[in-house]
């Protein structure tokens, strides 16, 4: 008696998901990166041919044999977990496979697909901020620790450069204040190049690009941040300590106020007189005050004259970025007080009282009741005025007592004319 080996195999095998349903097509997805996919290939049972499933991957190599025959016992099923799905997962290539003991089941079905392969939405691998060609201009220095350097009001042209995502993705441009408050700089969406011009109140601020697949329903934002450093050259402010109106004869204080990045040379503050260089404070001058990046000086003139009156003084300084110079300030100098405070006196004292209309510099202010003060040209006025008064009765008694010493003496001569009137006259000697 001879025996005969008889296989039988599965009439069909499946690939199906967690939630039984089929998958007929080869390529199934897109599933969202990081999440978990469980892929369950089914045979149908045949016991006497102990029937196998097992997953391989595209290079034929066995990944996952742990079969086992279904509670009802008409299919064999094995469940492939893929645990949070990643770049490495894109496009790749599951193959199910059934065996009897002597026989591949896969050559027989070829109607029912024995593979997937994988379509997975992914976020970018890596996000950089980079500066293009266009924007590269000289400087000392590139970067201060990990800030970039830009110079303020100098446009740069900055690229956003992502890669690993997939299909696509949105790029957006923010610039976040060192308290986190966004601020609207008008950047662009979704463009990888933009333009951008640094501004002073920039500095320390972070510069950052998203990258967003927007087919991802979470988790789907990528970011690069780069912190940027803002140089610019000294703003110079020069300001006078108490009035800007000095008296002629006292002193005059300048404060130059300077704000810089960076700060400004050590050789310190240079101090212009009428486009003369006069002084230069040191900072470490006793005069010279840095403190949270700002720096103050102070510059005394001396003994100021009625001759210096208009004159014109600015404050320079130079940092790494460049030099610069302050708006000028303009010296005025007015009389000294003592002699308004003198006239003030005499009107509190009453004596210039007079209603004539001719004294309309001295007269009471009717609406409110008091005296006007006399201001430098009315004080002119009057001056001017005593001085031409004092000149003439000067002349005037010299033109008395000349005539009293070098007049003729007179005699007198009666005289009848023909009308026997009588008539007086004068005859005189020199």
């Known amino acids: 008696m001879s025996i005969v080996e008889c296989n039988v195999w599965p009439k ?55 079969f086992y025959t279904e509670s009802n016992g008409l299919w064999i099923r094995n469940e492939l977990i893929l645990k949070n799905l990643t770049y490495k997962h894109l496009n790749a290539i599951y193959i199910c496979r059934g065996r009897n003991g002597h026989y591949d089941i896969r050559k027989h079905q070829k109607y029912i697909p024995t593979y997937i392969q994988l379509d997975v939405n992914l976020r970018p691998s890596q996000i950089r901020i980079v500066l293009t060609r266009n924007s590269m201009y000289p400087t000392s220095k590139m970067y201060d620790n990990d800030s970039l350097i830009l110079i303020a009001d100098h446009p740069v042209e900055f690229e956003c450069i992502a890669t690993g995502f997939h299909p696509s993705i949105e790029i957006r441009w923010l610039l976040r204040s060192k308290n986190s408050q966004l601020i609207d700089i008008d950047l662009h969406i979704n463009a990888p190049i933009i333009q951008f011009l640094p501004r002073i109140e920039y500095d320390g601020n972070l510069l950052i690009c998203s990258a967003m697949n927007l087919k991802m329903e979470n988790n789907s934002e990528s970011i690069a941040i780069q912190p940027i450093r803002v140089y610019y050259k000294p703003r110079l402010t020069i300001i006078p300590i108490g009035d800007d109106r000095v008296e002629e004869g006292s002193d005059l204080r300048l404060q130059c106020r300077i704000e810089a990045n960076p700060d400004v040379f050590s050789e310190g503050i240079i101090w212009i007189q009428d486009g003369q260089v006069v002084w230069k404070t040191l900072s470490n001058d006793n005069d010279y005050n840095h403190n949270n990046g700002i720096v103050k000086a102070t510059k005394i003139f001396r003994k100021l004259t009625r001759a210096q009156n208009g004159s014109i003084y600015q404050c320079m300084a130079a940092n790494e970025i460049g030099q610069n110079i302050s708006e000028p300030f303009v010296l005025s100098i007015v009389e000294n007080q003592s002699f308004i405070k003198f006239v003030d006196n005499i009107y509190k004292n009453k004596l210039f009282r007079g209603t004539s209309s001719s004294w309309h510099i001295l007269h009471k202010n009717n609406s409110n009741s008091h005296w006007i003060r006399l201001d430098n040209n009315h004080i002119m006025a009057v001056s001017l005025a005593l001085s031409i008064l004092t000149l003439i009765i000067i002349i005037n008694i010299i033109f008395v007592i000349f005539s009293s010493r070098y007049c003729c003496h007179s005699k007198q001569i009666d005289t009848i004319n023909e009308n026997n009137a009588l008539t007086v006259v004068y005859e005189s000697s020199i």
């Open 12 to 66: 069909k095998i499946e690939i199906v998901n967690s939630n039984g349903e089929i998958l007929n097509d080869s390529i199934i997805g897109p599933y969202d990166q990081g999440t978990d996919l469980t892929l369950i290939c089914l045979a149908d049972n045949d016991s006497f041919n102990h029937t196998s499933v097992i997953w391989y991957d595209e290079n034929n190599t066995e990944i996952d044999s742990t």
